[in-house]
């Protein structure tokens, strides 16, 4: 018992040692590198295949093809199998690419002036004008034209070297506006390995006016020139939901927040995360352009992506980023290196840890670098280990021995409670078959009170009067001299 005391104190001791460096590596405010590795650029386009049916001379097929692009932004992977949350508009062309592509072949075919738009037109030669509203969908009998319309979304991660071609996603769920969320998935399933990093939703948005955030995206196709862009903006006063979104302000009035975050978001950080200052969580998704930037709110993006069936979740690969990256924001560079390694072991592009490390390998072992402080100073404050050592032996051998002892105390009572008892009134014999020797007492007798008993008085003791030799009561003669006795 005494040695499993022992043995549990130690436990509690080590177990208390160790924790306490964890606790000290909290994350610091302010950081944005968790959600830096899951921002993606996104570029849309519409894809048309279009054949011409010429009827007005000799018959022809035209056969031509477009793309159309329309849409390029920002997105943030939420789940290592590749699901991404961005913008509705990002993803959807609003523009009628089939009645565009009609004005573009019929342009080029009959070499009529029709304008580069959407809208349907009309041509002077009544010929031509019955044919090119026949080419116009919704398709009919005497349609001129086949068109055929598919959208073809391109995510180009956030990795080096680059991705030329990046992978393509399909659009899973969408919101009722241009500026909702929109839930996109990969064409081609992600199958083994252990996905891509992800970036950590919040539960709620922050409710105090002028709350710091930071906005993170690509500003064009991530690449040896192009690395994400991070802004700085703060939370004006109002709500976060719907379309309407919540407004920029600075509480310095320093800066016209949204003119500068609706430039950004027109150069390409639309659907760009906004990140809270607290934790670094992604707290919601940039919406807007030209001089009114503004941001929905992460509500709109969890609820849309229950919609989708789509759990947003943390990875292997955000596991081991976020241990090493506690380590170096804390200025532990020595002991985050080995942890960057081993993130972009499991993601070789990952181009933020590949930062990171290279900036820890410089400083480790540095006057910055916290552990080799921690071990320097060491040897001169702390007491050395030897005697604790000497002690803990100590300890534990006279631990031992008592629990010895007090072992083979228990072990000689349980022998003498089970060792079998003589019956009364019988012998007891020892014939070697145990251990223990019973001896049993005579029994006692009631004294008997003793009586006078009458005796002769002692023999008269007779000496020679020659030599002085003891006489026996029957001698007449002495032994020795043979001198007569004295009657």
């Known amino acids: 018992m005494a040695r499993l005391t022992a043995l549990a104190g130690g436990i509690v001791v080590v177990l208390a040692l160790t924790a306490m460096p964890v606790a000290a590596h909290e994350h610091p405010s302010g950081i ?34 477009y793309d159309f692009p329309f849409g390029a932004g920002t997105g943030t992977v939420v789940n290592p199998d590749g699901t991404i949350v961005t913008l509705r508009r990002l993803v959807e062309n609003p523009d009628d690419v089939a009645v565009l592509a009609a004005n573009k072949i019929f342009a080029e075919h ?53 991705s030329p071609d990046g992978f393509k996603v399909k659009l899973a769920e969408k919101g009722p506006a241009p500026d909702s969320p929109a839930v996109l998935v990969p064409v081609t399933p992600v199958v083994g390995g252990v996905g891509m990093p992800t970036a950590p939703l ?39 939901s719907g379309e309407s979104g919540r407004p920029f302000a600075d509480p310095e009035k320093k800066t016209d927040e949204p003119v500068k975050m609706g430039g950004l978001a027109d150069k390409g950080l639309a659907g760009a995360p906004v990140i809270g200052e607290k934790d670094g969580h992604v707290i919601g998704l940039l919406v807007g352009g030209g001089k009114d930037g503004r941001m929905i709110g992460v509500r709109e993006i969890t609820g849309l992506l229950t919609k989708a069936k789509v759990v947003p979740r943390r990875g292997a690969i955000d596991t081991a980023f976020e241990a090493a990256l506690t380590r170096y924001h804390t200025k532990y560079y020595t002991e985050a290196a080995p942890g960057f390694q081993r993130v972009l072991e499991l993601y070789p592009g990952n181009v933020v840890a590949a930062e990171l490390l290279k900036t820890s390998l410089a400083k480790r072992g540095g ?75 005579s029994p006692s007798f009631p004294a008997v009170p003793q009586q006078q008993v009458l005796t002769a008085p002692d023999p008269v003791i007779k000496y020679c009067t020659s030599c002085g030799m003891r006489l026996g009561p029957a001698h007449r003669f002495c032994g020795y001299c043979g001198h007569p006795s004295e009657t």
């Open 110 to 162: 009959h070499k009529v002036k029709i304008p580069a738009d959407d809208d349907k037109h009309r041509l002077s030669d009544p010929i031509l004008d019955r044919h090119l509203r026949d080419c116009y969908p919704p398709k009919n009998d005497t349609a001129t034209c086949i068109i055929d319309v598919t959208t073809e979304i391109t995510v180009f991660p956030n990795v080096s070297p680059a």
């Open 32 to 65: 944005t590198d968790l959600v830096t590795p899951a921002v993606v650029r996104v570029e849309a386009v519409s894809h048309v295949e279009i054949t011409l049916l010429d009827h007005v001379g000799e018959l022809r097929h035209v056969e031509r093809s």
């Open 367 to 441: 006057p910055e670098d916290q552990g080799t402080r921690k071990t320097a100073v060491t040897p001169e404050t702390s007491t050395p280990l030897w005697p604790y050592l000497i002690a803990a032996g100590v300890l534990f051998l006279a631990a031992g021995g008592g629990a010895y002892l007090l072992w083979r105390r228990r072990a000689a009572d349980e022998v003498e409670e089970d060792a079998p008892q003589p019956l009364a009134g019988s012998p007891a014999y020892d014939d070697g078959a145990g251990q223990t020797v019973v001896v049993r007492r």
């Open 202 to 240: 919040a539960d709620k948005v922050p409710a105090q006016e002028g709350s710091p955030t930071s906005v993170a995206g690509f500003l064009g196709r991530p690449g040896p020139k192009v690395a994400h862009t991070v802004e700085i903006a703060h939370l004006g006063k109002g709500g976060s």
